[in-house]
């Protein structure tokens, strides 16, 4: 996992997939769960990508490091992904880069 204290740029943070809809609805989900990006074929994704996920800072805070996704299965726009590993809760709405 990308360590916690390696920053991140808010610029990339701007272009990153965003977490849009979490299996069986919650809001809050943790290692194991399953996600869905708003990323696909288009954007260069393939099953077995892995990305860090991150926390949009407020005002000028630094990036969060959450934790991890492993990419399961992509459509042209869209992605399937799992929770494979995290340091903090994430949320939908939280952004993830590819590594």
């Known amino acids: 996992m990308r ?3 390696e920053p991140v740029s808010r610029d990339s943070l701007e272009g990153a997939a965003t977490i849009v809809h979490a299996r069986d609805g919650v809001h809050t989900v943790a290692q ?3 996600v869905f990006i708003d990323r ?3 954007d260069n994704l393939v099953p077995g990508d892995i990305m860090t ?3 949009v800072p407020v005002g000028d805070a630094p990036a969060v ?3 991890e996704i ?3 299965s992509v459509r042209s726009e869209t992605s399937v992904a799992k929770i494979v590993s995290t340091r903090h809760p994430i949320y939908v709405g939280d952004v ?3 590594e």
Do not use: K, S, Y
Request: proline share 5%; net charge negative.
């Open 3 to 5: 360590p916690a204290t």
């Open 32 to 34: 194991d769960h399953v």
């Open 40 to 42: 696909g074929e288009e």
């Open 53 to 55: 996920v991150f926390r």
């Open 65 to 67: 490091v959450l934790g």
């Open 70 to 72: 492993a990419i399961l």
């Open 96 to 98: 993830a880069l590819l």
